[in-house]
């Protein structure tokens, strides 16, 4: 079975200094990844270009309602300082830039779509507790919102 083999170093955001978030570039089988680990859900989940793209066009007032929903625990984690501050991910079909914006966020960016979008710690936590579904759901505007010019 082959294995995951993580690219670079991670990129850490933190929040009340004990729920932590750790980005690390992966390959896998099916090629290039973010993987995004949570210490206070417990889970974690990659994603490729395309998955992160189709997160940048969400409203960040519904992923807000969306973070409330999480179950997280109470945990300590020794925090590891984060060793860079950027990640890109690119595929045929997408391109994605994270950005640690602070400590306890990070901006996405979509550049060929056009869409960014700010994450904190909750939002992030939430990702890693989503299903294909729910990736389904946000690309079946492929593009994003009609609304939207997309060249």
Request: charged share 30%.
């Amino acid at each position: 079975m082959p294995q995951i083999q993580p690219s670079g170093k991670p990129l850490r955001v933190v929040a009340d200094g004990n729920r932590q978030v750790t980005i690390q570039k992966v390959h896998t089988p099916r090629g290039e990844r973010l993987q995004f680990d949570a210490s206070a859900t417990d889970e974690s989940i990659r994603l490729d270009a395309v998955a992160l793209e189709s997160v940048t066009w969400q409203e960040s007032s519904e992923m807000a309602d969306r973070a409330a929903t999480v179950e997280r625990t109470t945990t300590t984690v020794e925090r590891a300082p984060s060793e860079v501050d950027e990640l890109m991910i690119a595929n045929e079909y997408g391109q994605v830039q994270l950005e640690r914006v602070d400590d306890d966020a990070v901006h996405l960016r979509a550049p060929k779509l056009g869409h960014e979008i700010t994450l904190d710690v909750d939002e992030l936590e939430w990702l890693t507790v989503q299903d294909h579904e729910t990736f389904t759901t946000f690309l079946e505007q492929p593009f994003g919102p009609e609304d939207h010019d997309h060249h």
